[in-house]
């Protein structure tokens, strides 16, 4: 059994609303609900449904209510009925007959609208069983969206959440001592390495994964350091964890002994579980991909997919996107002509200065050879310029770029800062 | 044609990608361009070895390509840019793009991924690590069984040393735009495969990225715009 529900709670002069009555109820049953059309409905799951039902009764009795009833079934359209219309103080519907219970009844007892009942009327429907027998396409056909709810009404198909779901309190442990105060990091390590045991556990139980979690010491002199940790996703391996604080630990410094370690969850998520493609040859390893992206994540490297504007600058063209671990499921279209090798351009960390020597073709300093790191390269050809300016609202930039190959093939993008008049390369193909 | 050819022909037209399970191990990662996979000893990059390409001109291109290539097959590339290099807009964004945070974090970064088995093949470009770097690397790739490609000057521990070097002149070209200097429209590059015991060589050809991207108006005219005075 699971809903206990409640009716003819006051005659109707009684003073007290039935929202008054429910916290009392509360001493009894662990979650109580109570309706503005006179109903209160207990959570019985767990709990054994008839001794609830009794107490219940007793308390509405002693409150003032003359004659209390109670109806206790498996959905709660059956409580309801069974309550309302069962014909005793307690009445108890048997688990699983729900249906049955309700198709002696009146359809009158589902509480149709007024629109809905003179459509009922229409069709000499009377009882639960008359309507539950039909078939969904008939009802909605004749009786609209409304009559097809009222008909899984009649089938005890009953799709009322009645009680939110419990929000369970996040995992957390602690340890604390008296006798002696650590400042040994390894020694620090063992004990958070048990509490990461007990949080990690108690978060693969309820199936997630913390996206969020803080360790705090509490130190000698009284004094709390908190440390949050951010892992790259909802995660509960105890091995990742001790990782993370490993690594947090070499940096930390604490300024006092610590003689207490409290490990809390902040912020958890449901451990995801990504549907794969079977025929995809990856399919078998994308479980170990994601979670090696993750410890990679989680140690500072990005996984990133670029966004590209329409920005005349090359280097400022593109913002870079990052990608969480559960890329590896993803599974590019490549075409064919997709593999095509083709030299691209790739960006110096940072500009290398040159010296140019040049010559003048219609109106441009077009390079000869310049002088870098690496010495003079002589130049067999320069193409260009692609002159690009702007920067009306940022920094200001006018670059004249050149294509420059040199006598050994390799080919080099130079660019000249028509602003400064200094030249640089920013970029090689390969 | 008896019944199970008949079956087995359906699902290859079917299900172009997938692969029967008597070949779900290769033992090596081609490239995906058979005039290379030709010179190389085992036809692509051995699975759980190390290899190293010197950076030239078309070494990045052509790992690259083998990376797209390794996707397409339906397995997973990694590019591990270590001196944030790539350009997003000629990324192709099939195989996984890590930036790492330093050089030590990309070859972090290496170990665990070529550690982990999820990947066929790894590229490192712009790392140079040591030798019990290299030794740790190596030992990651046999382990994870993936195809570990350097691209740097390093060759220590490689067992299949790739090396590329243009080929000035069949370079092939073209008049710009406005008829002044010539543009360089496609390259040749020579590309040499050493292992023990082997050595091979092949050409091959590779066109250019440009960038379409232009805004200016007029290309024979200086851009004077934003110049101080």
Do not use: K
């Given at each position: 059994m699971t809903f206990v529900c409640l009716s003819r709670l006051a005659d109707p002069t009684g003073a007290a609303s039935v929202a008054e009555l429910a916290p009392r109820l509360l001493a009894r049953a662990p979650r109580v609900r109570a309706e503005a059309r006179g109903l209160i409905w207990a959570d019985a799951r767990g709990l054994p449904a008839r001794p609830l039902a009794d107490e219940l009764l007793a308390l509405l009795r002693a409150w003032g209510s003359a004659d209390p009833r109670a109806g206790i079934a498996g959905t709660a359209i059956a409580a309801e009925v069974a309550s309302r219309f069962g014909g005793g103080p307690v009445v108890e519907v048997p688990a699983g007959t729900d249906r049955e219970f309700l198709a002696p009844h009146r359809v009158a007892v589902l509480s149709p609208d007024e629109r809905l009942a003179r459509l009922l009327e229409g069709t000499g429907l009377e009882r639960c069983d008359d309507l539950a027998r039909l078939d969904s396409a008939a009802v909605e056909v004749r009786l609209g969206a409304d009559g097809v709810a009222l008909w899984r009404l009649a089938r005890a198909d009953d799709p009322r959440l009645l009680f939110d779901p419990t929000v369970r309190p996040l995992p957390h442990a602690s340890l604390e001592w008296t006798d002696y105060a650590l400042r040994d990091p390894e020694r620090l390590l063992f004990a958070i390495n048990g509490l990461a045991g007990t949080v990690c556990g108690a978060l693969r139980d309820a199936g997630q994964g913390a996206t969020g979690f803080t360790l705090a010491f509490a130190l000698a002199g009284g004094a709390v350091v908190e440390r949050p940790f951010h892992p790259s996703r909802a995660n509960g391996n105890q091995r990742t964890w001790m990782r993370l604080v490993r690594d947090a630990l070499e940096r930390l410094e604490l300024p006092d002994a610590v003689v207490g370690v409290f490990l809390r969850v902040d912020s958890a998520a449901r451990s995801e579980i990504v549907q794969g493609d079977?025929?995809?040859?990856?399919f078998g390893t994308a479980q170990v991909a994601e979670e090696a992206l993750a410890r990679i994540l989680d140690q500072g490297s990005v996984v990133v997919t670029p966004d590209n504007s329409r920005h005349p600058v090359v280097s400022r063209r593109t913002r870079w996107v990052e990608q969480p671990p559960?890329?590896?499921w993803a599974r590019p279209q490549i075409g064919p002509g997709d593999t095509e090798p083709r030299l691209a351009l790739h960006l110096m960390p940072e500009p290398e200065p040159i010296e140019v020597a040049t010559a003048d073709r219609r109106g441009f300093e077009i390079p000869l050879r310049y002088r870098g790191r690496d010495g003079w390269f002589e130049l067999v050809s320069a193409s260009g310029p692609d002159c690009v300016s702007g920067g009306q609202w940022e920094a200001a930039y006018a670059c004249e770029l050149y294509c420059c190959v040199r006598t050994d093939g390799e080919i080099v993008l130079v660019c000249r800062d028509a602003r400064e008049g200094t030249w640089e390369v920013v970029g090689t193909w390969g | 044609m008896n019944r199970s050819a008949a079956v087995r022909a359906l699902l290859a037209s079917r299900f172009p990608d997938a692969l029967p399970a008597a070949q779900r191990s290769w033992s090596s990662v081609p490239l995906g361009i058979a005039a290379l996979d030709r010179i190389l000893p085992s036809g692509g990059f051995q699975r759980g070895r190390l290899s190293s390409w010197l950076p030239a001109l078309g070494s990045a291109a052509l790992l690259r390509a083998a990376c797209l290539h390794t996707v397409a097959g339906g397995e997973r590339a990694v590019w591990i840019d270590a001196r944030h290099t790539v350009v997003g807009a000629c990324w192709r964004p099939a195989p996984i793009l890590v930036r790492p945070p330093s050089a030590v974090g990309a070859l972090r970064a290496t170990e665990e991924l070529a550690r982990s088995g999820g990947f066929a093949l790894i590229v490192l470009d712009g790392a140079e690590p040591e030798t019990t770097e290299l030794v740790r690397l190596s030992r990651a790739a046999r382990e994870g069984s993936a195809a570990l490609v350097l691209l740097s000057r390093v060759t220590a521990l490689a067992t299949l040393r790739l090396s590329s070097r243009p080929l000035l002149g069949d370079y092939v070209w073209r008049r710009s735009a406005v008829g002044d200097a010539d543009e360089v429209e496609a390259v040749r590059v020579r590309v040499d495969a050493r292992a023990s015991g082997w050595f091979a060589s092949e050409t091959i050809s590779l066109s250019l990225w440009r960038d379409d991207l232009r805004l200016s108006v007029e290309t024979g005219r200086p851009d004077r715009r934003g110049e101080r005075r």
């Amino acid at each position: 059994m699971t809903f206990v529900c409640l009716s003819r709670l006051a005659d109707p002069t009684g003073a007290a609303s039935v929202a008054e009555l429910a916290p009392r109820l509360l001493a009894r049953a662990p979650r109580v609900r109570a309706e503005a059309r006179g109903l209160i409905w207990a959570d019985a799951r767990g709990l054994p449904a008839r001794p609830l039902a009794d107490e219940l009764l007793a308390l509405l009795r002693a409150w003032g209510s003359a004659d209390p009833r109670a109806g206790i079934a498996g959905t709660a359209i059956a409580a309801e009925v069974a309550s309302r219309f069962g014909g005793g103080p307690v009445v108890e519907v048997p688990a699983g007959t729900d249906r049955e219970f309700l198709a002696p009844h009146r359809v009158a007892v589902l509480s149709p609208d007024e629109r809905l009942a003179r459509l009922l009327e229409g069709t000499g429907l009377e009882r639960c069983d008359d309507l539950a027998r039909l078939d969904s396409a008939a009802v909605e056909v004749r009786l609209g969206a409304d009559g097809v709810a009222l008909w899984r009404l009649a089938r005890a198909d009953d799709p009322r959440l009645l009680f939110d779901p419990t929000v369970r309190p996040l995992p957390h442990a602690s340890l604390e001592w008296t006798d002696y105060a650590l400042r040994d990091p390894e020694r620090l390590l063992f004990a958070i390495n048990g509490l990461a045991g007990t949080v990690c556990g108690a978060l693969r139980d309820a199936g997630q994964g913390a996206t969020g979690f803080t360790l705090a010491f509490a130190l000698a002199g009284g004094a709390v350091v908190e440390r949050p940790f951010h892992p790259s996703r909802a995660n509960g391996n105890q091995r990742t964890w001790m990782r993370l604080v490993r690594d947090a630990l070499e940096r930390l410094e604490l300024p006092d002994a610590v003689v207490g370690v409290f490990l809390r969850v902040d912020s958890a998520a449901r451990s995801e579980i990504v549907q794969g493609d079977v025929l995809d040859r990856g399919f078998g390893t994308a479980q170990v991909a994601e979670e090696a992206l993750a410890r990679i994540l989680d140690q500072g490297s990005v996984v990133v997919t670029p966004d590209n504007s329409r920005h005349p600058v090359v280097s400022r063209r593109t913002r870079w996107v990052e990608q969480p671990p559960a890329l590896v499921w993803a599974r590019p279209q490549i075409g064919p002509g997709d593999t095509e090798p083709r030299l691209a351009l790739h960006l110096m960390p940072e500009p290398e200065p040159i010296e140019v020597a040049t010559a003048d073709r219609r109106g441009f300093e077009i390079p000869l050879r310049y002088r870098g790191r690496d010495g003079w390269f002589e130049l067999v050809s320069a193409s260009g310029p692609d002159c690009v300016s702007g920067g009306q609202w940022e920094a200001a930039y006018a670059c004249e770029l050149y294509c420059c190959v040199r006598t050994d093939g390799e080919i080099v993008l130079v660019c000249r800062d028509a602003r400064e008049g200094t030249w640089e390369v920013v970029g090689t193909w390969g | 044609m008896n019944r199970s050819a008949a079956v087995r022909a359906l699902l290859a037209s079917r299900f172009p990608d997938a692969l029967p399970a008597a070949q779900r191990s290769w033992s090596s990662v081609p490239l995906g361009i058979a005039a290379l996979d030709r010179i190389l000893p085992s036809g692509g990059f051995q699975r759980g070895r190390l290899s190293s390409w010197l950076p030239a001109l078309g070494s990045a291109a052509l790992l690259r390509a083998a990376c797209l290539h390794t996707v397409a097959g339906g397995e997973r590339a990694v590019w591990i840019d270590a001196r944030h290099t790539v350009v997003g807009a000629c990324w192709r964004p099939a195989p996984i793009l890590v930036r790492p945070p330093s050089a030590v974090g990309a070859l972090r970064a290496t170990e665990e991924l070529a550690r982990s088995g999820g990947f066929a093949l790894i590229v490192l470009d712009g790392a140079e690590p040591e030798t019990t770097e290299l030794v740790r690397l190596s030992r990651a790739a046999r382990e994870g069984s993936a195809a570990l490609v350097l691209l740097s000057r390093v060759t220590a521990l490689a067992t299949l040393r790739l090396s590329s070097r243009p080929l000035l002149g069949d370079y092939v070209w073209r008049r710009s735009a406005v008829g002044d200097a010539d543009e360089v429209e496609a390259v040749r590059v020579r590309v040499d495969a050493r292992a023990s015991g082997w050595f091979a060589s092949e050409t091959i050809s590779l066109s250019l990225w440009r960038d379409d991207l232009r805004l200016s108006v007029e290309t024979g005219r200086p851009d004077r715009r934003g110049e101080r005075r």
